[in-house]
């Protein structure tokens, strides 16, 4: 390591935290969304542009993670990251005092831009910092903190809509706590002489970033961004099926399927570093496959949230092998590159995630029909897994 500093549980956990950021800049808005409907009712086609107050900034993830990636190259990565703490604050604060729904959504463009070096750069600086296990380890428990952060934002957002839609925007001014925490137990990364870099090196192309590799990686990650979100966005309305109406009853019932993700992100904290990844994509497809089709077949809401549970629990698995093998087989010079195209494509796959159920169950009879069909699409991606291992091993054994 070149730099006179080790990163230790201070670092981890300053680095850690940011990642809640990207859950609040739609879940804490999502109780609210009735309330702003009306408040600008008198704006010309308000349906569709209120709703872009929530779904923006995730859009602007999608877009402006590449280039964040470049940014943290070119420029170094904490003093980007400090900025964009700032500017996140400000202006996820801005529509308190605006009152023109243009400048909010304008404001909310800025969100997700500050979002995407966000998110971006603090998951570079966990992949320069930490190595081996201790960096599987935090990189997975960014999957359980965002998880674990958007069933806590869905309630704060929720009690301080009492107060009125613009209060909860005031939480965005936790983005300053995160900085003070960035500015005091981290330091600028600097290349380190770590035998997975040195290894990532020899791999990178003549131009210095493996693309090869990376193409491979993000078209995986775009496919298990759908099935990752599908349950989590689709799950309430799977249960107003059986006559479950109740909002309230609707959100705890959601919320205990939800917890599959923590819990899968812990099972891969256990045996992710102890398989290969083709093994883990091999149990995680299999999962998700295994979820969808009890979601797409069950008579009663227990074993529609049975099916809920495993499918979470598998993608709870997926986010942090896919997220690990994308930074793990990075050098120092290009890992913030390769870090915002797999942010981007994993929000890609979010953005997609409602028009491919959309699609699906448009031809198969609704929503429990598109269950069926994604069901079938994980299990494809479980052969796929299955025969990478098994082609993996024949090689070891004919060398």
Known sequence: MTTHQRAG?????SLLLPITLSAMAIVLLAPNLPALLQEFASVEHHEYWVPMVLTVPALCVALFSPMAG?????FGRRRLLLAAFLVYAVVGIAPVFLSDLGWIIVSRVAVGMAEAMIMVLSTTMIGDYFEGPARDRWLAGQTAMASISALLFLNVGGFLGRFGWRAPFWVYGSALLMFVLVLLFTWEPARRDSPDAEIAQRDASSAGFPWLRMSGIIAITVFGSVLFYTAQIQSPIGLTQFGITDPARIGFLTSLASIGVPVGTYVYSRVGSKLP???????????LAIGFLLMSRSGAPAGFLAGCFINQLGAGMLLPSLLVWAISGLPFEVRSRGAGLWTGAFSVGQFLCPVVVTVAGSHTGGLRGAFGVLAAAALVGAA???FARLRKDSAMVHA
Do not use: N
């Open 9 to 13: 549980f201070a670092t981890g956990i």
């Open 70 to 74: 470049i940014l943290g190259d070119r």
């Open 277 to 287: 990844i083709a093994s883990l994509l091999l149990i995680e497809f299999t999962l």
């Open 384 to 386: 796929l897994s299955l």
